[in-house]
T-cell receptor, first 115, second 117 residues
Framework: KNQVEQSPQSLIILEGKNCTLQCNYTVSPFSNLRWYKQDTGRGPVSLTIMTFSENTKSNGRYTATLDADTKQSSLHITASQLSDSASYICVVSAQYGGATNKLIFGTGTLLAVQP | EAGVAQSPRYKIIEKRQSVAFWCNPISGHATLYWYQQILGQGPKLLIQFQNNGVVDDSQLPKDRFSAERLKGVDSTLKIQPAKLEDSAVYLC???????????????FGPGTRLTVL
């Protein structure tokens, strides 16, 4: 069964601190892995997309890693800011042919950055 | 470039009533998706359109939910009659779906928050 599990479920950190969010998946056939940021009351916005051959990808203070062998990914946030408070969703894409693909969503990690 | 537009942003109805949501995807995006996101969970795909044809509606509760994309652009999602468990955020997304690329990014709208009393 295709599944994406995230941990922790929620996290509170102080402004300026770093944090790492985890994602484990069992998805086949694997196409790519995405991290989305979802602010309260808004739709998800893509942070990074990694294919099978990519181990790490950065987007500003966000760095995602992918270990395709162990089927694990992490999202590291450096020098957190109050605006980083959001839900972070790990999404794995399974591609069954053609250009369309099926996205399997994790339940997200709710991050709160406090001053 | 304008993003995915959705309306209304909020809707409160009583159970057994009907409700409709509207989505306008990014111009030129052939694929349109409707997702249901229950509080504390990730989005769940309800239906996926490629132009005006349905690609995947396997998780759409067809006894009460319906969706259409008549001209391959705008789409409406309807619930009739609504149940308490339908309370959720309904997200619309669109993607270009170019051939021979490793991924096609989905762009999400702000969602419609539905409360069923």
């Amino acid at each position: 069964k295709n599944q994406v599990e995230q941990s922790p479920q929620s996290l509170i950190i102080l402004e300026g601190k770093n944090c790492t969010l985890q994602c484990n998946y069992t998805v086949s056939p694997f196409s790519n892995l995405r991290w989305y940021k979802q602010d309260t009351g808004r739709g998800p916005v893509s942070l990074t997309i990694m294919t099978f051959s990519e181990n790490t990808k950065s987007n500003g203070r966000y760095t995602a890693t992918l270990d395709a062998d162990t089927k694990q990914s992490s999202l590291h946030i450096t020098a957190s800011q109050l605006s980083d408070s959001a839900s972070y969703i790990c999404v794995v894409s399974a591609q069954y042919g053609g250009a369309t693909n099926k996205l399997i969503f994790g339940t997200g990690t709710l991050l709160a950055v406090q001053p | 470039e304008a993003g995915v537009a959705q309306s209304p942003r909020y809707k409160i109805i009583e159970k057994r009533q009907s409700v409709a949501f509207w989505c306008n995807p990014i111009s030129g995006h052939a694929t349109l998706y409707w997702y249901q996101q229950i509080l504390g969970q990730g989005p769940k795909l309800l239906i996926q359109f490629q132009n005006n044809g349905v690609v995947d509606d396997s998780q759409l509760p067809k006894d009460r939910f319906s969706a259409e994309r008549l001209k391959g652009v705008d789409s409406t999602l309807k619930i009739q009659p609504a149940k308490l468990e339908d309370s959720a955020v309904y997200l619309c997304a669109s993607s270009v779906d170019r051939q021979r690329v490793s991924y096609n990014e989905q762009f999400f709208g702000p969602g419609t928050r539905l409360t069923v009393l």
